[in-house]
């Protein structure tokens, strides 16, 4: 069935390291994989998105990677900082309707 | 712009009684799809909406409901709430099916007591 599969759960890394979130995915036929930065107690926001033509896509800090085959895509942020701390959700659409499935999200910790 | 806009903010209700959710899309919009957000399932697909069309719906039972407007706003109905249905209801709109981007509103927190 339809599902995005997303780990950990928590990640807590040390300001100015890096921080990788992964994801897998069900459905071959995906072609859109967009990533959502939540603030505590705001809306998800759009951070970065990756079509299923494109293996890596970068913003600054922020970089996503796609690999197809193995049907994963990641999140990786370079050179945290204390606002980076949030909840990430990594998603994907499926070809075959048009909603967006999220992950279950990840609680992103920044240690000074 | 405007954002998304989403009303109200917060509601209580009580076990058993209905409620309906309003959520205005970004101008030029015309699909909103809504999700349930709870601390421990994430973001779960209630349905989505494209001209006044349901395109797609989640796993919810049939308490749940909604329809979309001419004007491409939308509301979300939930009947005999339970306890379990206390979360946060945010909506997201996008230019049209299939168009990347969502961009969600603020959210209305329901708590059902």
């Known amino acids: 069935g339809e599902n995005v599969e997303q780990h950990p759960s928590t990640l807590s890394v040390q300001e100015g390291d890096s921080a990788v979130i992964k994801c897998t995915y069900s459905d071959s036929a995906s072609n859109y994989f967009p990533w959502y930065k939540q603030e505590l107690g705001k809306r998800p926001q759009l951070i970065i998105d990756?079509?299923?033509?494109?293996g890596e896509k970068k913003d600054q800090r922020i970089a996503v990677t796609l690999n197809k085959t193995a049907k994963h895509f990641s999140l990786h942020i370079t050179e945290t900082q204390p606002e980076d701390s949030a909840v990430y959700f990594c998603?994907?659409?499926?070809?075959?309707?048009?909603?967006?499935?999220f992950g279950s999200g990840t609680r992103l910790s920044i240690r000074p | 712009k405007a954002g998304v806009t989403q009303t109200p903010r917060y509601l209580i209700k009580t076990r058993g009684q209905q409620v309906t959710l309003s959520c205005s899309p970004i101008?030029?919009?015309?699909?909103v799809s809504w999700y349930q957000q709870t601390p421990g399932q994430g973001l779960q697909f209630l349905f989505e909406y494209f001209s006044e069309t349901q395109r797609n719906k989640g796993n919810f039972p049939g308490r749940f409901s909604g329809r979309q407007f001419s004007n491409s706003r939308s509301e979300m109905n939930v009947s005999t709430l339970e306890l379990g249905d206390s979360a946060l209801y945010l909506c997201?709109?996008?230019?049209?099916?299939?168009?990347?981007?969502?961009?969600f509103g603020s959210g209305t927190r329901l708590t059902v007591v």
């Open positions: 101008s030029g919009h015309r699909s």
């Open positions: 990756i079509r299923s033509n494109v």
């Open positions: 997201a709109s996008s230019l049209g099916a299939n168009q990347d981007g969502y961009t």
């Open positions: 998603a994907a659409r499926y070809s075959s309707a048009s909603k967006i499935i």
